[in-house]
């Protein structure tokens, strides 16, 4: 894919907070927030960050969905190896960069040919994937078990976060220039196609820092 709009804006979000990031704040040293203002974003999303253990799994990139199921298996290995409960568990997932298509359903991915844009093959077919590749069975080879459905696992288990700035960049944009919308259509209409529970926020950089500040590790878990 190419982001020729994105230019410097893009590749510093394909950056990330990673050098700032290496764990979560701890419990005891937690910041107290004032009341969000007026902006039209949800961040209740922190009240759900109560678990012992909590992390954020940062996902700037598709990697086969791996930045989803990351977060699944650091579930699953936690009870397996410390017989923790998932309600003590609280990952959260940011969705962002190249990673912002996995917002969008199936309705979407089919009606706008996303999988040929982000060159996604289905292996029945050998064409471009039709649908949403994190909902419903993975395309990629992957363990059925803990990579099926990935996205609405994620879901179940946590918060998945949505960076705002590449919906803009690239969702909403591509409807303008693929569908000769005007903005304000081409978003209504993108967001109108969000899988329902994942919680657009201002940027991925404000997800993933203010994670952290509600005391969760940081993981990159996602690759180019």
Request: charged letters at 15%; aromatic letters at 8%; glycine letters at 8%.
């Amino acid at each position: 894919m190419t982001h020729d709009r994105r230019g410097f804006v893009g590749s510093m979000l394909g950056m990330g907070a990673l050098p700032f990031l290496p764990r979560g704040a701890g419990a005891e040293t937690l910041p107290e927030f004032p009341a969000p203002q007026q902006s039209g974003f949800d961040v209740s999303w922190t009240s759900r960050v109560t678990g012992k253990h909590k992390a954020v799994f940062d996902t700037p990139e598709i990697s086969m969905g791996l930045g989803l199921i990351r977060s699944l298996i650091w579930v699953m290995d936690y009870g397996t190896v410390y017989g923790v409960q998932p309600a003590e568990m609280s990952p959260v997932v940011v969705l962002r960069h190249n990673a912002i298509w996995f917002i969008m359903n199936d309705e979407f991915w089919n009606h706008h040919n996303i999988g040929a844009y982000t060159k996604i093959m289905d292996p029945a077919t050998k064409a471009p994937i039709k649908r949403n590749p994190v909902l419903g069975a993975n395309p990629f080879g992957l363990p059925p078990a803990i990579a099926d459905d990935s996205l609405r696992k994620a879901l179940a288990a946590g918060p998945v976060l949505a960076c705002n700035l590449a919906f803009q960049l690239d969702v909403v944009e591509y409807l303008k220039t693929q569908e000769k919308m005007e903005e304000g259509a081409a978003r209504a209409m993108a967001l109108r196609h969000v899988v329902p529970g994942v919680l657009i926020q201002p940027s991925g950089i404000f997800s993933v820092l203010r994670a952290s500040e509600a005391g969760c590790h940081y993981f990159l878990a996602s690759e180019a």
